[in-house]
């Protein structure tokens, strides 16, 4: 039967009375959410603040840098039209304010920059001119005349002051007269040489086809002070058609060009010269000069061709004459070639009336202009290199040269260049030298070797304990343990890089030289020690060995290792004796050529090692304790035992952060500077022998930067070194930081 009763509505609840606020609550929650505000405010500017500074510090570098890039620049400086003047060959005093030149009718004429006014005339010889030139690299002219002789007449600019104003005053020296043989035919080409004590030689090149090399020799009594001079004579057979001559400072060398281009090299060192060595070349020589130093010759030829000459020692360890460098000129034929004073930089005039600048070592053409004097019949680069003068009939030039940086370019940088006395081209850095004449060799490609070399090293010993240290603390070990072992690790980050250098190179390196036998014998007997202490454990019945705390079977291998490393230690002299005949060092060089330096890569890979543990494996042992509790278990539930668990299940969840402290420990060992610095020999080498030094980018920039002149090569170039060391750590750890990020989102779903 059907019910007519209606259910009745369920009854509403009462409205909650929400809560009420005091006036303390609200003050709280404004007063935190302002301090959300201005704490969030303050991180943001705190991190902006880094970028910007880092930023700050790659734009100062880039600065430093730039005017590496540069080129020279030549301008104009000033210009005489002196009418009737000739100008055969010119000298000028490092500051610019004088010109020199020698007259046909043997007059030595010194003009004022400033205004073209004769400021000084001297008569040097009565004798007919033939030709004159300055010789390179001295203040000195040289003369044929008609009557076979040749002469040499030195100049000085006296500096005085007046006041504040500086006084250059021009002295002409005696005029040494260098008479060749009563039988001598008319000089085809002539050059001679003066050093500071009037000693000297002169060499000319004959109709007859002979070179004539007359020296000097000067002794002054010490008591009356009275000057003797004596003359000895030589001659040697020289190739028909020479149309340039050259001494070298020493005189111990003479080279000419001829017109069906060969190229002539005698010994003028021993009373007779030797008969020359001749090399032909390509297109007949027009212009010939020497590099400062006397050891490059620089080669001017018909078709424009510019080349780079010097000896090089051969297998049979005699020398020859060797072509090094090509550089394209101008237009024309090269009519004249000026060495500069100061480095191995030249300027070359060709007969077009083109004019370039050019450097040798680093094979560069830095400039290249129209020459402001047409039909020039003499150039000169200024004493300090800071201007060149053009010369011809009636005309003088002055140039301004600004060429700071000349031996930088990128084959100087980072490719192998062939440097004065080497026997091969090679990657070379060598930044100061003992002479003026010394070749600056920056090539930054063994500093990066290095400082790979170095990276390498202490990574192979750095990578493994610390990885496999902080799986073991992290998985294996019993907790008790871990609470000591963990933070005694992580203290020795705390050890200064100068104590570990200083350890390293004065304790360390001494006692690795006298027990390297042992330590190599250690590299088979310790992995055998290690496996057998393994068996000799797991042989300990069951029942005995729970009874110790998880973990503790790591005294077992101590105690083992230990034993291990004095057994090696005591057996290091008869191990030495079978395999290295009783003296390592000795087998090393004669097998190999390899000699072992005392401050080797091995101690840096130990002492940098050192360092680079602690980070390594205080960030591994991190992942691998993150790893989620649960799927440790999981596995083991599943029959997995604990090593399986280890390498299959938690290495790979942890392998990001594992990544992530392997490479803040090689940003680590690339910048390290202290320990490469005071433990290896700083010899910047391109090898990977570990037996020997070598020098990084970072140990570099700490030697040089205190001698590096303000704003010089050097001081740019280490710069150049500082930006290669960021450039490297910063992509290292964005390529990490992508390899990171993929292997999180690999493992992130296990």
């Known amino acids: 039967m059907a019910s007519n009763a209606q ?31 201005v704490a969030r405010w303050l991180v943001t500017a705190g991190g902006l603040a880094i970028i910007a500074s880092i930023l700050g510090i790659l734009l100062f570098i880039l600065a430093e840098i730039w005017p590496l890039m540069r080129g020279a ?16 060959a010119l000298l000028t005093d490092e500051y610019k304010t004088h010109v020199a030149t020698v007259r046909d009718d043997g007059v030595l004429e010194v003009r004022r920059l400033s205004d073209g006014a004769v400021v000084h005339e001297a008569v040097v010889t009565d004798r007919p001119l033939l030709a004159v030139r300055a010789e390179p690299g001295q203040q000195l002219f040289s003369a044929a005349t008609a009557d076979r002789a040749v002469l040499a007449v030195p100049l000085v600019w006296q500096v005085s002051f007046s006041g504040s104003e500086r006084v250059i005053t021009p002295a002409v020296g005696e005029t040494v007269v260098f008479a060749l043989p009563e039988d001598a035919t008319p000089i085809r080409a002539h050059a001679a040489r003066l050093d500071e004590q009037g000693a000297g030689a002169a060499a000319a090149v004959l109709e007859d086809g002979s070179l004539v090399v007359i020296a000097r020799e000067v002794e002054v009594n010490l008591f ?23 001494l070298d400072p020493d005189r111990r060398n003479a080279y000419a060009g001829t017109a069906s281009g060969e190229l002539a090299w005698w010994r003028i060192d021993d009373e007779q010269p030797a008969p020359p060595e001749v090399v032909s070349g390509s297109s007949p020589v027009t212009a010939l000069s020497l590099l400062i130093g006397g050891r490059s010759l620089v080669v001017g030829r018909s078709d424009g061709a510019l080349e780079i000459w010097f000896p090089v020692r051969q297998a049979d360890e005699t020398f020859r004459l060797t072509r090094i460098r090509d550089f394209v000129g101008t237009r024309g034929a090269i009519a004249g070639i000026t060495p500069s004073r100061r480095d191995k930089g030249f300027f070359a005039l060709d007969r077009d009336g083109g004019l370039g600048l050019y450097y040798s070592t680093s094979e560069r053409t830095l400039w290249t202009g129209d020459s402001p004097v047409r039909d020039a019949t003499a150039l000169f680069y200024t004493p300090k290199a800071d201007g060149l003068l053009v010369g011809g ?9 600004h060429n700071p940086h000349p031996e930088i370019s990128w084959r100087g940088l980072f490719g192998k260049i ?171 060089l004669e097998t190999s050529g390899l000699r072992y330096d005392q401050r080797n890569a091995i101690v840096v890979g130990l002492a940098m090692g050192f360092a680079v543990i602690p980070i390594i494996f205080s960030i591994a042992e991190d992942a691998f304790s993150n790893v989620p509790r649960n799927l440790v278990a999981g596995s083991l539930a599943l029959g997995a035992n604990r090593w399986q ?47 020997n030094g070598f020098r990084t980018l970072s140990a570099n920039i700490a030697v040089e930067i205190p001698e590096a002149p303000h704003g010089g090569t050097l001081y740019r170039t280490l710069f150049l070194a500082a930006l290669m060391l960021f450039v490297i ?5 964005t390529f990490a930081e992508l390899i990171r990020q993929r292997l999180r989102k690999r493992y992130s779903q296990l």
């Open 7 to 37: 259910t009745a509505p369920a009854p509403q609840p009462a409205a909650e009375t929400p809560p009420r606020r005091n006036a303390g609550d609200s003050r709280t929650s404004r007063r935190r959410l302002w301090t959300d505000h």
């Open 73 to 88: 620049r030549v301008s104009a400086e000033a210009e005489l039209w002196p009418a009737g003047a000739t100008f055969p």
């Open 224 to 246: 009356s002070g009275e000057t003797t001079e004596t003359f000895s004579t030589g001659r040697a057979a020289a190739p028909p058609g020479i149309v340039a001559l050259q």
């Open 393 to 401: 009939t009636g005309r003088l030039a002055a140039l301004a040269v």
């Open 418 to 588: 062939w440097y004065e006395g080497y026997e091969r081209p090679e990657y070379v850095w060598q930044s100061s030298g003992g002479t003026d004449e010394f070749e600056p060799k920056l090539s930054l490609t063994p500093l990066m070797v290095g400082t790979l070399k170095g990276t390498v090293y202490s990574l192979l010993l750095a990578i493994p304990l610390g990885v496999l240290g902080a799986m073991y603390t992290s998985q294996f070990m019993h907790p008790s343990f871990k609470r000591y072992v963990k933070p005694t690790v992580e203290i020795m980050a705390a050890l200064p890089s100068v104590v570990l250098g200083f350890l390293a190179g004065l304790w360390l390196a001494p006692r690795i030289e006298r027990v390297m036998p042992a330590l190599m014998l250690m590299l088979i007997v310790l992995p055998l020690i290690v496996l057998a202490a393994g068996f000799v454990w797991r042989a300990v019945p069951r029942v005995l060995r729970n009874r110790f705390p998880l973990g503790a079977e790591v005294l077992l291998y101590m105690v083992a290792i230990l034993a291990g490393i004095g057994i090696c230690f005591q057996l290091g002299g008869w191990w030495e004796a079978l395999v290295f005949g009783g003296d390592f060092q000795a087998w090393l």
């Open 645 to 691: 668990t280890v390498t299959r299940v938690v290495l790979p969840t942890a392998s990001p952060g594992i990544f992530s402290g392997i490479i803040v420990g090689f940003g680590r060992a690339v910048g390290e500077t202290m320990i490469v610095l005071m433990a290896t020999g700083n010899t910047p080498i391109m090898d990977w022998n570990p037996f």
């Open 729 to 733: 750590t910063f992509l290292i750890n």
